[in-house]
């Protein structure tokens, strides 16, 4: 969901990945289009390929790193100034933002991204994750 928004407030602790390497699988739901579309090919092929897990910020995946207990206060307050802003701007400024950056290449990278994820699935590299994870070999 974090790939989804349009700003991204996190823990300055947090940890993300894309651990669906480690299962045999690539990143669903966008996670492969939208990844490299935030912190750049090179970095995104990193995270996804390893499985790894590295603070937020370090990867420039939010757009603010606060201290844990400030995450909910720091959002509210960014959330309080984007509600001020007028409702009838909001929406066709999104959008060509949007169209702007090239949506109909996203939803190329995306509805391949599906099918490689669905195939995935029946993959002998995926039966052998599985078996791998649950500690049976």
């Known amino acids: 969901m974090a790939l989804c928004a ?3 407030i996190a823990a300055d602790d947090a940890r993300r990945g894309q651990p669906e390497i480690l299962l045999g699988l690539i990143p669903g739901a966008g ?3 939208r990844l490299a579309r935030l912190i750049g090919p090179a970095r995104a092929k990193d995270v996804i390929s390893t499985g790894r897990r590295i603070t937020s910020d370090a990867i420039g995946l939010v757009d603010r790193a606060v201290p844990t207990d400030e995450v909910h206060a720091q959002a509210h307050a960014w959330a309080a ?3 001020r802003a007028r409702p009838w701007l909001c929406a ?3 959008r060509r933002w949007t169209a702007g950056w090239g949506a109909e290449l996203l939803d190329t990278g995306l509805a391949l991204e599906r099918t490689l994820f669905a195939g995935l699935f029946a993959t002998e590299d995926r039966e052998h994750a599985e078996l791998h994870r649950e500690g049976v070999r």
């Open 6 to 8: 349009d700003h991204r």
């Open 81 to 83: 100034r984007l509600a």
């Open 92 to 94: 066709p400024r999104r």
């Open 31 to 33: 996670g492969t289009q």
